[in-house]
């Protein structure tokens, strides 16, 4: 808290840095698994919608941030990685919100700004998972894999090389599915995590 992003103060900051990429750390930490590096907090069970402002830093390419899930199952079996980040890719070169469909991307398309807020977020409703980038549908996973909820959230970036830094604001969560995860942002929130993983920034009409 306390750092400054896109004009917000108070804003939680993930920084990337070139001094902790592939071929500056450890032998055995050196595959690109380990590029991949954020924050992982856990959830309160029956946990399933989260949402979250995040500001696009800008770069040049790659994977940039997004925000992460571990779902689990009735025998509470990881049943899915939800995940919707922003990169630039081959296809998608001024960068675009995609989404994991378990063993592939799919890209949303309608978004290339950078240096610039989103709110983004994802909820199990029955048996889908639907997920929103400023409180639009953009994408519907029919295969949820059983899962009932999420046991805790992840806020990543991707470490290429360069050095950069993200921000976050405003994370939500419920125990009750809804059709727009900007509208989690009320005082009962951090009842509903398990760590009271709720930061938001102070505004004349909080109360």
Do not use: C
Request: zero cysteines; glycine letters at 12%.
């Amino acid at each position: 808290s306390g750092q400054t992003g896109g004009n917000r103060n108070g804003v939680l900051a993930q920084s990337i840095s070139e001094s902790d990429s592939a071929s500056k750390r450890p032998s055995g930490y050196s595959s690109t698994f380990y590029d991949t590096q954020g924050r992982k907090y856990d959830l309160q069970a029956g946990t399933v919608t989260l949402a979250i402002d995040l500001f696009v830093p800008s770069s040049s390419t790659g994977r940039l941030a997004g925000l992460w899930a571990t779902a689990f199952d009735s025998n509470n079996v990881v049943s899915k990685y939800p995940i919707i980040e922003f990169a630039k890719t081959t296809s998608a070169s001024n960068g675009t919100f995609r989404i994991w469909k378990d063993t592939a991307w799919e890209e949303v398309g309608g978004f290339t700004n950078e240096n610039q807020w989103y709110r983004i977020g994802f909820s199990l409703v029955g048996n889908s998972l639907q997920y929103y980038v400023n409180n639009s549908l953009v994408f519907t996973d029919t295969s949820v894999n059983g899962s009932l909820g999420f046991g805790n959230v992840i806020l990543q970036g991707h470490n290429a090389g360069s050095n950069y830094t993200i921000y976050w604001d405003n994370l939500s969560a419920s125990a009750v599915a809804v059709p727009e995860p900007s509208t989690l942002v009320g005082g009962t929130m951090a009842a509903m995590l398990g760590l009271g993983l709720v930061w938001r920034r102070r505004r004349a009409s909080a109360i």
